[in-house]
């Protein structure tokens, strides 16, 4: 196997920046099956700036509670087979229909790639080379007035390479190109 080398460095962020605000956007997180995607385009080496679906298929939206949704990723290395990045989307749901109990039901053991917007006004584009699995689900009743009675969702998976921005042009045309593929 070749070395890898690097191939630039980089400054410090903007002031504008530095003043970052957690957390994915409750109604901004789309979702599509991975075997429903024929291709991600890239003019911009680490982005995405446009996804090829099959015919009549796209992206679904999902709206969650508020200030539960979050995505991470983790670098593994390991010596015999390279790197990769441990991926993770959670959020919550507390929302009792039956739409959202089957809608969650369908999610089992489906290979999904999800878009999400975070508070900053930027796209990510999670599970993107091999997909996440919703890995956990919890719910329940509670006992208590402020105890969570809604269904907790993780979705897990493995990416190689970091997770890539969408289209980050400007937010407006990050937002209508989404749309634009929303069923």
């Not at 080496?45 to 999902?62: A, Q, R, S």
């Not at 991470?72 to 507390?94: C, H, K, M, P």
């Not at 009675?149 to 921005?165: A, H, I």
Request: net charge negative.
């Amino acid at each position: 196997m070749a070395e890898c080398v690097i191939t630039a460095g980089w400054t410090g962020p903007s002031c504008d920046d530095t003043f970052n605000v957690p957390g994915i956007e409750k109604d901004k997180i789309y979702v599509a099956n991975k075997s429903e995607i024929s291709a991600f385009t890239s003019s911009v080496t680490g982005e995405i700036d446009g996804i090829t679906f099959e015919t009549y298929k796209g992206l679904y939206g999902v709206t969650v509670h508020k200030d539960t949704a979050s995505w991470s990723e983790e670098l593994q290395v390991n010596a015999n087979s390279g790197y990769y990045y441990n991926v993770s989307l959670s959020f919550r749901t507390i929302d009792p229909s039956t739409a959202v109990r089957n809608a969650i039901n369908d999610m089992v053991g489906t290979s999904l790639v999800f878009v999400v917007k975070d508070k900053n006004g930027k796209w990510f584009v999670i599970g993107e080379t091999d997909g996440v699995e919703l890995s956990e689900q919890t719910k329940g009743s509670g006992a208590a007035p402020g105890d969570d009675t809604g269904d907790v969702l993780t979705f897990s998976g493995v990416n190689r390479g970091k997770v890539k921005q969408f289209y980050k042009t400007s937010e407006t045309v990050s937002d209508s190109t989404l749309a634009g593929y929303l069923l």
